[in-house]
């Protein structure tokens, strides 16, 4: 199957500050990439979707200006939480949609600590 | 896109066959049933889908009902390491279709 990775795998900042999160499409171009966050013992949810070339569509009740999305190439979307808190603190995942159109496929995740 | 019902959690002996069941009574015509798993601390890992017939691959049996109305996920011989949550998810197939996830079913495979 398509492997899409991220990166980093777990990432610790300090309050107020920004990180950035990376999600590649390895053997596969993507169009259309999505991000999840998930806290503990709850199930997955669906934060934005990254359109190639073009603005993110984000959920409702996700702040487009804290978390910025860029899908600036077929095989790369980044997340950026900005001025992160301790509420941010999360397991955020990816995935992007394969080549056949039909089937999503997911990153590793990434855990986000904010101190 | 459909909603899914599935049971919180089951449980399985080890070398048994686990049957998960999922129920989406109101699925339209053009709705495909995704399986999903998600193994501790992981990302989702794709297992099958189908749309009417039921699908085989090497991880799982997916069955469907004649009316489609409800499916069952066949882990032929559950191992240990089938431990996790799996989520059933109705969507429309290509697009911009996104795969909203509902509380799934925790399954513990035990020896």
């Known amino acids: 199957g398509a492997v899409v990775s991220q990166h980093p795998s777990w990432v610790i900042c300090k309050s107020g500050t920004s990180v950035k999160i990376e999600c590649r499409s390895l053997d596969f171009q993507a169009t259309t990439m999505f991000w999840y966050r998930q806290f503990p013992k709850q199930s997955l949810m669906l934060m934005a979707t990254s359109n190639e070339g073009s603005k993110a569509t984000y959920e409702q009740g996700v702040e487009k200006d804290k978390f910025l999305i860029n899908h600036a190439s077929l095989t790369l979307s980044t997340l950026t939480v900005t001025s992160a808190h301790p509420e941010d603190s999360s397991f955020y995942i990816c995935s992007a949609r394969g080549q056949d159109g039909n089937t999503i496929y997911f990153g590793e995740g990434s855990w986000l600590t904010v101190v | 896109d459909a909603k899914t019902t599935q049971p919180p959690s089951m449980d399985c002996a080890e070398g048994r066959a686990a049957n998960l069941p999922c129920n989406h009574s109101?699925?339209?015509?053009?709705?495909?049933v995704y399986w999903y798993r998600q193994i501790h601390s992981q990302g989702p890992q794709y297992i099958i889908h189908?749309?009417?017939n039921n699908e085989t691959n090497e991880m799982a049996s997916l069955i469907i009902t004649e009316d489609r109305k409800s499916s069952t996920l066949i882990l032929p011989h559950a191992t240990l390491r089938d431990t996790a949550v799996y989520y059933c998810?109705?969507?429309?197939?290509?697009?911009?279709?996104?795969?909203?996830f509902g509380a799934g079913t925790r399954l513990a495979v035990h020896p």
């Open positions: 998810i109705v969507i429309l197939s290509g697009g911009y279709n996104k795969l909203i």
């Open positions: 109101t699925i339209s015509g053009n709705e495909y």
């Open positions: 189908g749309l009417k």
